[in-house]
């Protein structure tokens, strides 16, 4: 049990998706302009990126025992394709609001790279069940977290700072993901996974 949290608590901290693997930045940029928004994405990858490890899990088990592991990352693909399916479908019926807010972004957790990433790591660290579903939790936590404080520096600083017109946009956002990522780096020795 203890290994399960290291894994969670180090994709969440040292290792984050996002500030250490420099992993779905396109999403990232694009929605953290608000924290309302950021939380809606959040919880939207969390969601597509636990389900899909834990589907493509025992799918690449089940390649793996039949030696066809070469058509894992075109069935991953199709998972992943899936699942986001199926949460835009449901986002558009129940959640409008949220849905429109989205955008185009919404589709694009598709091809974001964090989702394919996860269950490529899991499949070259050879995790079992419950370390990929660890894995796959954390790390989309850690993604949220890093969506969530870019927009919230964001928000505080569009009311309460010059930001140089040739900074101002995604431009300061590189900035603060590179300050947030140095920051992370403090957390390096918590858990190595």
Known sequence: MAHIIEIIYGTILNNNIALVYILGMCPLIAISTNVKNAKGMGIAVVFVVTITGII??????????TGTTNLALLVFIITIAATVQFLEMFLEKFIPKLYNAFGIFLPLITVNCVVLAVSLFFVNREYNFVETAAFSFGSSVGWMLAIILVAGIREKMAKNSDVPRGLAGKGIVFI??????????????????
């Open 56 to 65: 493509n899990w025992p799918i690449y088990s089940l390649l793996k025992s």
């Open 176 to 193: 603060i993901l590179g300050i947030l990522a140095l920051a992370f780096i403090g957390f390096t020795g918590i858990a190595n996974i």
